[in-house]
Structure formats: structure tokens, C-alpha cells
């Protein structure tokens, strides 16, 4: 059994796949400052009844999210999945159907047997905004 996570926007979605089926999901919003990922994954383990020792391995799919999003999920489920050794597969903005992703995902991580981490990748530039606030202090020599 795999455990997916599904981000897009301002969503997320915990997923339970039994070979190619998915068995339990749980949506939940993404919060800025919050640490929501694992608040929804501990949701979405009792409400399924399911353990983390039920998985053996992790996929992360990311549809549409910020650079921030994208950087703290990947770290996040890289460190799950080195916790547990189990093999981890992502995939950033893709603009395929979800469905297709999830089928080309599932099959690659079938053939990985350990960990080896996910590389972030962030497909487009970022958007950063640089403050225009002149500092009320100088440096003195």
C-alpha cells in the first residue's frame, strides 16, 4: 500500500492506494503558517484506521503550488520516507490529467526497493518580492 499526497493551490489530499485503486482520501486546506501537512496526514490516519507501518512507500504530487509549498513538502516527505526507508516518488507541475500522473508514479515506484531522496523542482521562476522599505538605521565605520 502506498500513501500519496496530492497538492494543488491552496489544497491538499491525503491518498491510500491498494495496487492501483485508491482506498481512503482526506482533503484538507493548505494554511500559511501552519504546519497542515502532517495536521491532515494524522486526520487522515484515524480516519481511515490505517497506520503509518500499513505503506511502503510515498508519492508527492504536486499540481499547482508556491515555491515555499513545494520546498517544505518535499523535505517533509523525504524525511517520512527516510523514517521508514520506503522508496519516494514525485512529480512537479504536471499538466496532465491527475489519473495518468498517478498510474506513471505508481509504476515507478514499484520497481524502487529504498530510499533515495526527492529532488525539488520548481518549474517556473520565483515569484519574489523585494521590499522597497528604506532601513531607519546606518552603519557606522
Given at each position: 500500500m502506498f500513501i500519496i499526497l496530492y497538492i494543488k493551490d491552496k489544497?491538499?489530499?491525503?491518498?491510500?492506494?491498494?495496487?492501483?485503486?485508491?482506498?481512503f482520501q482526506?482533503?484538507?486546506?493548505l494554511r500559511v503558517?501552519?504546519?497542515s501537512l502532517f495536521l491532515g496526514l494524522d486526520s487522515?490516519?484515524?480516519?481511515?484506521?490505517?497506520?503509518?507501518?500499513?505503506?511502503?512507500?510515498?508519492?508527492?504530487a504536486i499540481e499547482e503550488a508556491?515555491?515555499?509549498?513545494?520546498?517544505?513538502?518535499t523535505a517533509m516527505l523525504n524525511a517520512l520516507a527516510w523514517n521508514?526507508?520506503?522508496?519516494?516518488?514525485g512529480e512537479y507541475y504536471f499538466t496532465a490529467d491527475f489519473d495518468k500522473i498517478?498510474?506513471?508514479?505508481l509504476k515507478k515506484i514499484s520497481k524502487l526497493k529504498e530510499?533515495?531522496?526527492?529532488?525539488?523542482?520548481?518549474?517556473?521562476?520565483?515569484?519574489?518580492?523585494?521590499?522597497?522599505?528604506?532601513p531607519k538605521f546606518k552603519l557606522k565605520k
Open positions: 489544497k491538499a489530499t491525503w491518498m491510500a492506494t491498494k495496487d492501483t485503486e485508491i482506498k482526506y482533503t484538507f486546506d503558517g501552519q504546519d487522515f490516519l484515524s480516519k481511515s484506521k490505517l497506520k503509518l507501518k500499513d505503506f511502503s512507500g510515498i508519492i508527492l508556491s515555491l515555499t509549498q513545494v520546498k517544505v513538502s521508514f526507508g520506503w522508496p519516494i516518488v498517478l498510474a506513471k508514479l530510499f533515495e531522496p526527492l529532488e525539488v523542482k520548481y518549474k517556473r521562476k520565483a515569484d519574489i518580492t523585494i521590499s522597497k522599505k528604506k
